[in-house]
């Protein structure tokens, strides 16, 4: 694929490539790297890797919300219950302005982000691309 990605036949999918010693450095890490470095096109491919890399947690959180649920219902919850549970969560969960945190909105802003760093990459703007991917750690939502 590129210098920095490659497709494992194993697993089925794409995967950053080095050996285990750079497999230790985060991908927001390597990002930044090739941004120093002026690799825009490898900065491009990390950056959508980080997105691949986020979404496998993502959809990991989702499910087991639903697998939960369905456990509880099955272990006798009620409704009332779940819902209980659920406003427990949220309650503990709020951001540090008081906001209700948003699964859906954080992910949404994730991306967009990461659409920023690629359009300043292909700008060749390292300077501009940096901060965003700092933003993609603690994503601005979080802080408005």
């Excluded at 006798?76 to 008081?98: F, H, S």
């Excluded at 209700?100 to 967009?112: E, G, L, R, V």
């Amino acid at each position: 694929m590129s210098a920095v990605m490659g497709f494992s036949d194993i697993i089925g999918r794409r995967v950053r490539l080095g050996d285990w010693q750079d497999q230790k450095i985060s991908t927001y890490r390597k990002i930044h790297e090739a941004l120093d470095e002026g690799r825009f096109e490898d900065a491009i491919e990390l950056a959508a890797y980080f997105v691949d890399e986020g979404k496998v947690c993502w959809v990991l959180y989702r499910q087991w919300i639903l697998d939960l649920e369905g456990f509880l219902t099955d272990q006798g919850a009620t409704a009332d219950e779940l819902a209980a549970v659920t406003k427990q969560i949220e309650d503990a969960i709020v951001l540090p302005d008081g906001r209700p945190f948003d699964s859906d909105a954080h992910w949404a802003q994730f991306n967009a982000l990461i659409d920023e760093v690629t359009a300043y990459c292909e700008q060749g703007d390292a300077a501009a691309a940096k901060p965003m991917t700092s933003d993609c750690r603690v994503p601005a939502i979080t802080r408005e």
